[in-house]
């Protein structure tokens, strides 16, 4: 811990992991005190964010014992006692785990998701289930069936989305961690919202065993935290190959936090001229442009001669391949196995069909939809196998620049977080929200969001972009920025507000 700093739970509530991590080995606070304090800050926050769907203080409580005992033994690991919080579309067993689903409302997983294993594990402390859209399925959280979480920063605005209950409860200090999942976006377009740092991780890099499906070819689990040190930690806890996930890579973990000082002199920064043109907001360029003069005075050699020719057929190949695997993965929902089960219709095809029809919202509906368009016979070539043809021409793209560049360099998104209510009657509006973050999960490569400035008083995220699991590179690069700027130390205040009693 930093010298002179307040090591009471309530001051160290704001401190990075590794800080918190240290006075807990220090014991100067115990895991079962830290718990107390984050699960009191969170309550008085949620009637102004709604970031959680389910909290599990007891849970969390006795999570904190167990890990009191193994800081008293002296065999603590780097996120012992440390409070986190997990999306709800990873399965928890001792959890209600709902991706945000009428569908799912009440469902009890029989096993953990890998991830959360390893959590366990290590002895962090799980707090709740964050809120999200229905089955990962947008990006404002506004498609959850339990309701839309505020953005800390202005109530009145989104969060982002998918995974807008994660990035909201650690933008208000709720806690120092949490995960989410990016099959498009889903992790990185929510952190820049909020103005915190999130991170989806190299295509194979983290287990999906036991996380519910939506798009299986593109989506990773990933961190969100508020420096680039407790996003590595995070992420090497949950990195790595699991048996239970044949897609995830035989490759070692490094430690991540291992190379964060070792600064960016000479590094090659490319900057895609597709992903820094029409569509947006000057406030985002702006603070966007003077990122990278910044990464030039740090030493970075940024190069704005970079092509991605076929980038901009993102938005239709996500949109074919997405819906398609979300078709199929979610047949399983009909109402024979687990979930939601309408039982009062004349026969077995009827119970389906209602099952179906009151289960899943609009946008789920939608998706099932174009995915089952898209995959039907006729209009498999025309569709689906075109898509992956462009596909293979994105990763190539990509690869190509990733050659004779370690990072690229984009904006988050095209604009700051927008009103709630605002994009819902338009779904293109939504998607095109994802516009610089999609082609990432389409190549597979690992991105993070970077808080780089503000907008209108609300937060702008960079995104860096590497090579297939180089997220030390990413990681590095975010460490540098953050020792010459201030954005990731900046805290909303709007919540704060909210919660006070009047
Ligand atoms: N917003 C995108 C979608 O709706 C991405 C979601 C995600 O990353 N889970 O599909």
Not at 50 to 58: D, F, G, N, Q, W
């Amino acid at each position: 811990m930093a010298d002179g700093a307040d090591p009471t739970p309530g001051a160290l509530l704001d401190a990075p992991v590794h800080e918190q991590a240290c006075a807990l080995r220090a014991g100067a606070v115990t895991a079962r005190a830290l718990a107390e304090a984050t699960l009191a800050r969170v309550r008085a926050q949620e009637p102004a964010l709604h970031a959680y769907i389910t909290l599990t203080p007891e849970l969390a409580l006795a999570a904190a014992e167990a890990a009191d005992q193994r800081l008293r033994r002296g065999d603590a690991a780097p996120l012992t006692g440390i409070p986190i919080a997990v999306k709800d579309l990873l399965s928890t067993c001792d959890a209600e785990t709902t991706a945000g689903s009428a569908m799912l409302r009440g469902f009890r997983p029989i096993v953990d998701c890998t991830v959360v294993a390893r959590l366990r594990a290590a002895g962090a402390v799980m707090v709740g289930k964050a809120n999200l859209d229905e089955f990962a399925m947008g990006s404002s959280t506004e498609y959850s069936a339990y309701g839309s979480t505020r953005n800390p920063w202005d109530l009145e605005r989104v969060p982002g989305g998918s995974s807008g209950g994660s990035a909201a409860t650690v933008a208000a200090g709720g806690v120092p961690l949490a995960l989410g999942t990016d099959t498009g976006g889903s992790i990185r377009q929510p952190a820049a919202l909020c103005g915190i740092l999130g991170l989806k991780p190299t295509y194979g890099r983290v287990s999906r065993f036991g996380v519910i499906a939506f798009a299986s070819s593109l989506e990773q689990v990933g961190p969100f935290a508020r420096d680039a040190e407790d996003l590595g930690l995070l992420l090497g806890a949950i990195a790595g190959h699991d048996p239970l996930d044949a897609t995830t890579a035989p490759l070692p973990v490094p430690d991540y936090t291992a190379d964060l000082a070792r600064g960016i002199e000479g590094l090659r920064v490319g900057v895609p001229r597709e992903l820094l043109g029409e569509g947006l907001e000057p406030g985002v360029r702006e603070a966007v442009e003077a990122a990278l003069a910044q990464l030039a005075a740090l030493g970075a050699r940024i190069d704005r001669d970079v092509s991605l020719p076929s980038v901009g057929a993102s938005l239709p190949v996500y949109y074919l391949i997405a819906p398609s695997e979300a078709s199929a993965n979610l047949a399983r929902y009909d109402g024979v196995k687990y979930g939601y089960s309408a039982h009062d219709g004349p026969g077995m095809w009827d119970d389906m069909e209602q099952t179906r029809d009151r289960g899943f919202g609009d946008e789920v509906k939608r998706r099932i939809m174009i995915g089952t368009y898209a995959l039907s016979a006729g209009y498999y070539d025309a569709y689906y196998l075109k898509a992956q043809k462009v596909r293979t021409l994105i990763r190539r793209e990509f690869e190509a620049a990733l050659a004779t560049h370690d990072l690229l360099l984009t904006p988050t998104t095209p604009g700051v977080a927008f009103r709630l209510g605002e994009k819902l009657g338009d779904p293109l509006a939504m998607y095109l929200s994802d516009l610089f973050t999609l082609p990432v999960n389409i190549a597979g490569l690992p991105a993070a969001s970077i808080p780089c400035g503000f907008a209108e008083g609300l937060p702008v995220g960079m995104q860096l972009i590497g090579r297939a699991f180089e997220e030390s590179t990413i990681l590095r690069a975010a460490h540098a920025y953050a020792t010459v700027t201030d954005w990731h130390l900046r805290r909303p205040g709007a919540v704060a507000a909210a919660a006070m009693p009047s």
